[in-house]
């Protein structure tokens, strides 16, 4: 079945420097989501891309969407302490009921 | 506007019992959706509402496990009998049909012993 896989698993780094998580469907996805859970708290939805090879930004984020549709990625620049919790991806696939969603990035700022 | 709400926040039972799940849409929002996260593990999609009615359910593990919405509004995740390997968060999470945006309610966390 279709599967989206989502690396690394976890992320320690010191504040200010840059972190990225990567997404990897093994179909075509239609848009992908991207979502933010904070300890403790439930997945809060941050961005989605449709087209090919598309970029969005917001503030230090930057999302990307694969030529092929079938990957993305995101980028957050000089990180903060606030940037503390678990990144998601969600991939739609033909089905548009359903959401793929990968196993998520904890990511850990160190101040 | 209120979000979306679940109830129990917590529930621990042990292996042979039953437990329901309740979670309350955003007022409004037709599409209905469960997911259950392990520990460690993908939000896996266990099945979504249109209004009263299923659109797909491919996600739900096996027959123990019964979701309702009965006039479009609240729906209920029931697990009888409850297994060990059934424990995990169940989130809900609802929209708008034509809207991308989800939003997710704050889980419920069950525990099977």
């Known amino acids: 079945g279709q599967q989206v896989m989502q690396i690394p698993q976890y992320q320690h780094v010191q504040e200010g420097e840059d972190f990225t998580t990567y997404c990897n469907s093994s179909t075509t996805l239609s848009n992908i989501q991207w979502y933010k859970q904070r300890p403790g708290g439930h997945p809060v939805f941050l961005i989605q891309?449709?087209?090919?090879?598309e970029v969005k930004k917001q503030k230090r984020l930057t999302f990307q969407f694969g030529e092929a549709k079938k990957n993305s990625s995101l980028h957050i620049t000089a990180t903060q302490t606030t940037d503390v919790g678990t990144y998601f991806c969600a991939g739609r696939g033909h089905n548009f009921n359903k959401f793929y969603f990968g196993s998520g990035t904890k990511l850990n700022v160190k101040p | 506007e209120a979000g979306v709400t679940q109830f129990p926040s917590h529930s621990v039972i042990e292996k042979g019992q039953t437990v329901t799940l309740r979670c309350d849409p955003i007022?409004?929002?037709?599409?209905l959706y469960w997911y259950r996260r392990v520990m460690g593990k993908e939000i896996k999609f266990l099945l979504h509402f249109v209004k009263e009615s299923k659109q797909d359910e491919s996600g739900m593990p096996n027959n123990r496990f019964l979701a309702e919405r009965t006039g479009g509004t609240y729906s209920t995740l029931k697990v009888q009998p409850a297994e060990l390997e059934d424990s995990g968060v169940y989130f809900c999470?609802?929209?708008?049909?034509?809207?991308?945006?989800?939003?997710f309610g704050p889980g419920t966390r069950l525990t099977v012993l």
């Open positions: 007022s409004g929002h037709d599409n």
């Open positions: 999470a609802s929209k708008t049909s034509g809207a991308d945006t989800q939003y």
């Open positions: 891309l449709v087209k090919s090879g």
